[in-house]
Structure formats: C-alpha cells, structure tokens
C-alpha cells in the first residue's frame, strides 16, 4: 500500500472511531467523518465500502489493539482481567462501539461473528489452562462474566459515580476498583475450582 493511502486511510478511521463511539452506526455520518480526517468522503467509499463495513473495519482493529495489549502471559488470571479492566479505563471508546453494535444487531449475527467466536475460543481455552480446568460451560460463563465485570465500571461512568461516590475518576479510585476486581476474580476462580459434592 503506497505512504500516501495508508495515511489517509489511518486519518479515515480514527475520525471513523471517533465518530462511531459518539454516535453509533446509524447515528454515525459519512461526511462528518470525511470532515474530521480532512478527507474527501468518496475515500469512505473506496477503501472502506459502506458505513457499516467502514464500522467493521474500526471495530476489528479496536479489538486487534485489545488483544495485542491484553494477554493470558501470567500466571495468574486474575492478572488478565485486571489487564482489562485497565484498557477499558484507558480506550473505554471500544466499549461504546461494542454497545453501539449491540444495539445496531441485537440478537442477529454480526458480520465478523465467527473470526471473533474463534478468537474467543482460543481465550476460553488458555483461561481453562490457566485455571488448570476443561473449558466447561460454567468456565465459559466465568470467563464472560468477568470479562463483564472488568468493563462495568467503564460502560456506566454514572453508576460508578452514583454508587461508589464522586471520586470515581481518580487514580486511587481507579487502582482501588482494580484491586477489589483482582480479590474478585481469585475469590470466583476458586468456587469455580473447587469439586461439586
């Protein structure tokens, strides 16, 4: 890919990421997008195709970065969750897309639902490893509810602030909330490990 298509194609999709997280797919407007890269919006059209596929392309590679960032390396899967909980504090745009596209589809497939049931199944296998269990429905449940978790307080700033109080934003807030997250997840990991009498 040439410099020059490259640039503006990165310029489209961080004014398309920008654009989608304020206002979802279908509140999303092409020539908005086009405006704040600076980019004549056939462009969109060119290397992106329609709207939807434009969000697709953003929201592949907002996840590309979670899963680049957020890693099962440790030994301790308590550590992943937390790892989440942090991206989701530092980019909580890729929560608003996600939201967004739960609204958008509903209960019907989205477009790219196997490459991502794949990367998932990869995750829920390495979480059972690390667990030192078979990645059973009830781990699969674990898992999503803690992933769940970990985005919570992200995804509703106001419940955060309404429950927890106003100092919600700071960093000993935020280092706190992890802390209770990590207790959270090991207390859970090990009713989940403990054998069924």
């Given amino acids: ?10 310029k489209l999709l961080d004014a ?7 206002h979802g797919i279908a509140g999303a407007r092409v020539d908005r ?13 060119a290397y992106f195709g329609n709207k939807e596929q434009l969000f697709q392309h953003v929201l592949s590679e ?15 899967p ?6 989440i909980y942090d991206f989701y504090c530092a980019r909580p745009e890729l929560l608003r897309l996600l939201l967004w596209e739960a609204l958008y589809y509903g209960h019907e497939p989205i477009p790219d639902e196997d490459r991502r049931a794949t990367s998932y199944a990869v995750k829920l296998q390495e979480f059972a490893e690390q667990l030192g269990v078979q990645p059973t429905p009830d781990v699969a449940q674990l898992l999503f509810s803690l992933i769940g978790v ?5 995804t509703m700033p106001q419940m955060a602030r309404i429950i927890l109080g106003t100092e ?3 960093e ?5 909330r992890r802390e209770h997250l990590v207790e959270f997840t090991r207390q859970s990991i090990a009713a989940v490990k403990q054998p069924q009498a």
């Avoid at 890919?1 to 990165?10: E, S």
């Avoid at 590309?64 to 301790?76: I, K, R, W, Y």
């Avoid at 308590?78 to 790892?83: I, P």
């Avoid at 970990?150 to 992200?154: L, P």
Wanted: charged letters at 25%; zero cysteines; proline letters at 3%.
């Fill in 1 to 10: 890919m040439p410099p020059d298509t490259a640039r503006t194609r990165a």
């Fill in 16 to 22: 398309a990421r920008a654009e989608f997280a304020e």
């Fill in 33 to 45: 997008i086009a405006l704040r890269a600076g980019v004549n919006k056939e462009r969109i059209y």
């Fill in 62 to 76: 907002s996840l590309q970065e979670l899963t680049a960032v957020v890693t099962m390396s440790s030994d301790d």
């Fill in 78 to 83: 308590a550590e992943y969750v937390a790892q």
């Fill in 150 to 154: 970990a985005a919570w307080q992200s």
């Fill in 168 to 170: 919600t934003e700071s």
């Fill in 172 to 176: 000993q807030a935020q280092a706190r």
